[in-house]
């Protein structure tokens, strides 16, 4: 169990420094499709920045799948750099605290949403605005939906998964116009449309488990502008004013940032700048009025993502993680050793050998021995199974640390020793005495 746990913990600590390297090379591949697609619509960005999402998480495990069914290249086992195995523990130990408290904030953070969904009320369709009642009673062959009202709210917000509602402020309710009112809700609920609040906990949950690929935080900032703009287009596909538009944004900004405390100024100043960004967009008189994926986009990424990760698995990875007790396996074809019929010798020792000796293999150092190559497991296939009486027959195998980085091997001597007794050496072998 425990060199299962230290195996397990060197696999993850080189998976997820090694995904590093392959992480930013999907974004980079991913920003630059961007760029070649031209005015694509912000639902078609959103969906490639998402697929190279599912790259970083996905993609550097398949290298580790390729070697557990022993069908990895040998330009896996190099490495920039080599660090002792038990550090590989402790990263591990330290990601997953790291990861734990990231999720743990996560978990307040849906806590708390459910509990502005238990202290909101719901609004009564009757009571609305014609044009905002028909919005709202049009979604629902989409998606059941609920309106309601919270006082603490700050910005209207979107909560989806299972019971899908719509919660507005209390102030906006009252000070902002029906047109104003409308177009809001028609943005939330593109949110509620699109599934976002399922694809938003998905990036959130990749945010905390990868908290150290600064890929994931760069594409989770995209996607989170990216979400923004697309429901931005699903307005202005239906109401067709984007001055209008951008005024309501303005003045939702304001209104907003005026009711946050001081200790929230930093994130109300991030929404703000994104905000900027969506009302630039919107007052673009360049900007696409297309709302639907283009469906290409996804399969292309995917493609290059996995031509990446094929290139990148043939190449040296950053970190490796080793003991240094534990050698590399030997590839057989490339093994330098004496030829095995010129290594026997005959030694003269004394008559009282013992009368029976088995075969057997001693290795040179206590290391886990890699398998035999097929030359010397022929050779012991020769063997009988028994030896004459007297005789003792021994295979002595040294692997020492002669590493040759051209070719990716170590280099292998054998030596095969039969031991006999004075009478049992033929004529044509027996040295003659010396004398002194």
Known sequence: MTSFLSELARLSAERMINGIVEGVVIVALAWIFIQMMGRRNASTRFAVWFAALLGIVVLPWLGSLRSAAGVASTAETHSAFTLPASWAINIL???????????????????????????SYAVDPASLDPVVSNTLQEFQAVRPVKLAVCDGLRVPTALGFFEPMVILPAWAVHELSAEELNSILIHELAHLRRRDDWTNLAQKVVRAVFFFHPAVWWVEKQLSLEREMAC?????????????????????????????????????????????????????????????????????????SLCAAAGLSQAPELIAFQDSAVSLPVVAKTVSAPAIAKSVKPVVVSAKAKAQVTPKIVMARNIQAPPLPPVLQARLAELPAEMPAGVQSMMVVMQTQQWDPASGTWKVSVWHFTVLREDQIPAGLRLPAKKI
Request: charged letters at 20%; glycine letters at 8%.
């Open 93 to 119: 130990l330290v990601w997953a605290a790291a990861a734990g408290v990231a999720l743990l904030r996560l978990a307040v953070g849906l806590w708390h949403l459910r509990k502005i969904r238990k202290s």
């Open 232 to 304: 931005d287009d699903v307005v202005l596909s239906k109401t067709s004013n984007p001055r209008a538009y951008a005024e309501c944004l303005v003045a939702m900004a304001e209104k907003s940032f005026m009711r946050r405390g001081l200790a929230l100024a930093q994130a109300a100043v991030g929404r703000l700048c994104q905000t900027t960004l969506r009302v630039t967009k919107i007052l673009d008189g360049n900007r696409r009025g297309a709302v639907r994926v283009w469906k290409p986009a996804v399969g292309l990424v995917a493609v290059a």
